[in-house]
């Protein structure tokens, strides 16, 4: 090629760079720091001393951080394959419509996905709302006692978890029904033509030939779960934030409540960890996935 | 026989599309509640029973919240935050998303690995150190310090530079040979080619803004420079027990997004399914 490289490198530096400044400013930088200042005992803001891994052994006998993870293992067990399956059950229906009727559905479902988080606290809080809610007049016409549902021990994290799924479902189903649109008709015609049942063909073509986006939304869903925060501490207004602890709200309580900003960093990287482990395994099993089909 | 089976899967066909229907609405009827419920007056709200009607509708609801709220700061605040993020975010990601799709320079796999990986790093944890950067900038409670740590998202670089890659080499060859500045090629001859994705990617990047709630909530503690995603949860004692006015706030807040998504529905979906690395 005429060009000269030099022209070239020099232009792609003055393209690269607004991008590279803001990167190394607002994700590198907070990164390096956030390591370092995990082995000291410094304030949210402000020097401190160093204190090794003095933090992390600490959170080995802290009951609240146990608390926190396993509050957060119980929430990504409540919402990740439970939302995962409805998701994929409301694709499959949706994908059976056609044209405009379809993309009305479809936004049924998509809607509540597009909505802030405070949105979708205002409206649950309200339908749930223990004196007003409708869903108070549904349980009192089947008889069932109400439920004080977000100030209750037992029902918070369960009730917070549906609010998810209902939240986020709309962005599987999407990925699901482009799963489903990439699958060839001819296969579903050679099958019909076979007698085959729904449910055989269900089995026998689309599990297989979705599982790619099956295990893609699983391992979205898994990292959005592990960062649960906006809605545990919405629902929490006027409850038991202490009993509802995930861990990046034991991270905000430490470092924002308690001023304890090493302490709180050294949770921070231990999610931060085990954020990463996570995408790395996803990372892999697409890859793999991605060699199958070959 | 063959009739037969092709009559009974009609029949299924017919119970599983009217069920999908029904859980549509029963799915949306939450959304449907909080906007009607925000449509009636006081007494009407706490009635003891369903009335999926306001018998007497009224707008007093936004009205009051707009007179005795900041709602009206907070909107300015959320559109300044989600038009400048979206704004910087874009430009910044194609020029970065073009040069390493059609510029040979050194490090340009280095800098592709590094964008790759930060994809795996969970901005949540970083909120402290976010915190302290924005705090030592002198940028608390500031537009410039709501939006600076949400101008990354190396998802819409990936986009566009999967989409330049797939741009023909000869468009680049031939402008090369006729001499156009590498700027030339990229706003004349590239930019015009990606209007698509570069819409797509606003909306939702916009959307995406609109909605951050974590990141808003550490950095502003003034309730005039609040979001309007935050602010609306922050005020809950002016509001005393008038569910009737949050709502309205929040119908207030939402509308927004929900407009953007209902108007350009296709653009949206097709965006999100392709920052998750799928080609819808």
Known sequence: MLRNSRTERLVALVLV???????????????????????????????????????????????????????????????????TLIALLIALGVSRLKGRFQSIVLALFFLPYILPVSVVYLI???????????????????????????????????????????????????????GLRSIPVEIYEAAALDNSTRWTTFRRITW?????????????????????????????FGGRPNDNMVLVYYIFQKAFQQNQGGRAAAVAVTLFVLVVVVSVLQFQLLRFAERRRR | MNAMAAQRWNFWGGIITALTLVWAILWAFPLYWGVISSLKPDDEVVRPYIELWPETPTLENYISAVTTTQIGAWYVNSVAVAVGVTVITIFISMLCGYAISQLRFPGRIALWWLILASFMVPTSALIINHFVLVANLGLLNSWAGIMLPQLIHPVIIIVYKQFFDQVPKDFREAAVMDNASEFGILFKIYMPMNW????????????WTWNAFLWPFLSVTRTEMMTITVGITQVNDAFGVYYARQLSAAVLAGLPVALAYLCFQRRVTEAITLSAGIKG
Do not use: E
């Open chain 1, 124 to 178: 649950w809080d309200w339908t749930l709302n223990f004196q007003f809610g409708i869903a108070m007049h549904v349980l009192d016409w089947l008889g069932i006692p109400r439920v004080p549902v977000f100030k209750s021990r037992v029902w918070f994290l369960p009730a917070v978890a549906g609010v998810t799924i209902w939240w986020t479902a709309g962005f599987s189903i999407l990925l699901f029904l482009a």
């Open chain 1, 17 to 83: 760079a607004p991008f590279l400044a803001i990167y190394l400013l607002a994700f590198v930088y907070p990164t390096v720091q956030m390591f370092r200042i995990s082995f000291t005992d410094a304030p949210l803001i402000g020097a401190g001393r160093w204190v090794g891994l003095d933090n992390y052994l600490r959170l080995d006998n802290d009951p609240m951080f146990r608390r926190a993870v396993w509050n957060t293992a119980y929430f990504v067990l409540m919402t990740v394959v439970p939302g």
């Open chain 2, 196 to 207: 698509g994705v570069t819409t797509a990617l606003s909306i939702v990047c916009f959307i």
């Open chain 1, 208 to 236: 297989p030939l979705l599982w790619p986006v099956t295990s893609l939304v699983l391992t979205i869903q898994l990292i959005l779960q592990l960062k649960i925060f906006d809605q545990v501490y919405l629902f929490s």
